[in-house]
């Protein structure tokens, strides 16, 4: 199909020679990105956040984030979908911590952590606003990835206001 999807245990060994790098870097290196255009990774913990309830300098952001986003960034992923923090949060297109302008080759990372749960919505933000964050909010909501074709795809997230 038009997509391939890559889950990651934001928890395990990521370090290089270890199962996960391996696994990882064999992967992406399998995908054929003339028949399967879009690659999405999906993980637990974000690498990317400035909400203070989860902040990204913790080691289970930290730790996979040096070891593989090299990886990721090689491999022209196109987004990286992750919960963890009870929060929506979308990123520009990014590159080793920055954003970068130019969308080839860059990663997009949406935290949807905000599809509901009894700790309820993890604030407050850190502020100012960091520059590669495109859209944050604490609210509740889900989210739905559209691939028209293989240049073409939809990321959309919907806030539920209780109706």
């Not at 090299?70 to 009870?86: C, I, K, Q, W």
Request: aromatic share 8%; hydrophobic share 40%.
């Amino acid at each position: 199909g038009p997509v391939h999807v890559l889950a990651l245990c934001s928890y395990m060994d990521s370090q290089p020679h270890s199962p996960m790098h391996t696994f990882v870097e064999r992967d992406l290196k399998g995908v054929d990105r003339s028949r399967t255009p879009w690659v999405v990774v999906m993980m637990h913990a974000p690498w990317y956040t400035s909400n203070s309830n989860h902040p990204m300098a913790s080691a289970e952001s930290t730790v996979p984030r040096d070891n593989l986003e090299p990886l990721l960034l090689a491999a022209g992923v196109d987004l990286v979908l992750s919960g963890h923090v009870h929060a929506y949060e979308r990123t520009f297109p990014m590159a080793r911590g920055e954003r970068v302008e130019a969308c080839k080759g860059l990663i997009v990372h949406v935290t949807i952590g905000d599809g509901g749960n009894r700790e309820g919505l993890a604030l407050p933000w850190l502020e100012p606003q960091p520059e590669w964050s495109a859209l944050r909010e604490a609210s509740y909501g889900f989210g739905v990835l559209e691939v028209q074709s293989a240049a073409e795809a939809e990321w959309e997230g919907w806030r539920d206001d209780g109706g």
